[in-house]
């Protein structure tokens, strides 16, 4: 009877080991395909590149800077470059020129920025290119700084074209309407005066030195819903509200849409816009909006790329690369959002 105990014992001895034995050699078949990038069918895939920028926005306009951004990505990945977006996901909300010292002391190859006249951002821009980072200023521009290049827009022809719009929308005693011109309290930089000008010289042109009155209304832009509030304060106030209101963002554009539509004042302020993502499209279609101007968002982000990449190989590039900008009034916002509908038919 101890014999056959004995014999059992080593018997179930030698099937443990021979189970150890097969799960030893599948843990070190299955490591070696992990470490390999292969494990259960997955393929690890590993790209380097020769160089990496970064784009640097303030929070603002996040559909638009999404599309600079896909852009940019698309055309660095062309030449071997990595383009990140500095700052997103992260835990603390970083200021634009807090992110422009990182990158600095990050030794990146290259700045993407929406620059501005403030001291500290030249000093910033100023110190990246010294240190031998070129720095694309984007949409507005630092021309008190070395920054390489300018990619943006003619801000004075925006203006003419905001002109056009509102001589279409005034009445015949046209002198006596208001119009309100929404701007960013917090951007120190000569764009906005530009638009401005824009807007006054080209009503001029047209009605002489009569013209309505045009004023600009600074909107807080400190906190997360700051300029919802600014803008909504405007409908709350009998006194304040313009007959037409011109929005120089994407951001403004969406919250006086929405404070319109909310506090019943659509076709009593005229709306102009900016930008074409859908839910404004969406308004300009259903003459919530009277009409918008779009940037090529999708240009922006190659022309950034090909400046810093051109500056790269040759030690030099464009001072300014001009954006094409489009005027969308209603029967083409509802032709932009019906061939955008289509073309998600096609992929999905």
Not at 160 to 183: H, N
Request: aromatic fraction near 8%.
């Amino acid at each position: 009877m101890a014999e056959g105990n004995t014999y059992m014992g080593k018997k179930a001895m030698g099937i443990l080991l021979a189970v150890m034995s097969v799960l030893l050699v599948v843990l070190f078949v299955a490591l070696r395909r992990f470490s390999e990038g292969v494990y259960t069918g997955y393929q690890e895939t590993y790209e380097t590149y020769d160089q990496h920028y970064v784009l640097i926005t303030d929070g603002e306009d996040s559909d638009f800077w999404n599309k600079v951004y896909e852009s940019a990505l698309g055309e660095a990945r062309q030449e071997g470059v990595y383009v990140e977006r500095f700052g997103e996901g992260l835990a603390v909300d970083y200021s634009r020129n807090e992110l422009l010292k990182m990158a600095i002391q990050a030794s990146v190859d290259g700045i993407i920025v929406p620059g501005d006249e403030d001291e500290d951002t030249i000093a910033l821009i100023n110190e990246a290119v010294e240190k031998g980072i070129p720095v694309v200023t984007v949409l507005q521009d630092s021309t008190g700084s070395l920054r390489n290049c300018f990619v943006g827009n003619n801000n004075y022809n925006l203006g003419q074209e905001y002109g056009r719009q509102i001589l279409e929308l005034l009445p015949e005693d046209g002198k006596k309407s208001r119009v309100m011109v929404l701007a960013n309290e917090s951007r120190a930089d000569t764009s906005q005066n530009l638009t401005m000008l824009g807007i006054r010289e080209t009503l001029e042109q047209e009605l002489g030195k009569d013209i309505p009155a045009v004023e600009s209304r600074p909107v807080d832009n400190t906190g997360n819903f700051s300029a919802e509030e600014s803008i909504r304060d405007i409908f709350l106030d009998p006194g304040e509200m313009p007959d037409i209101l011109v929005c120089l963002n994407e951001v403004y554009t969406r919250c006086a849409y929405q404070a319109a539509v909310d506090y019943n004042q659509v076709g009593t302020v005229q709306i102009l816009g900016y930008y074409d993502s859908e839910t404004i499209l969406n308004a300009v279609a259903k003459n919530i909006i009277y009409s918008t101007i779009t940037l090529d968002a999708e240009q922006m982000g190659r022309l950034c790329v090909q400046a810093l990449e051109e500056y790269r190989q040759t030690g030099y590039t464009n001072s300014y690369m001009a954006v094409d900008t489009r005027l969308i009034t209603m029967e083409e916002a509802a032709k932009l959002l019906e061939s955008r509908q289509r073309a998600e038919t096609s992929a999905g």
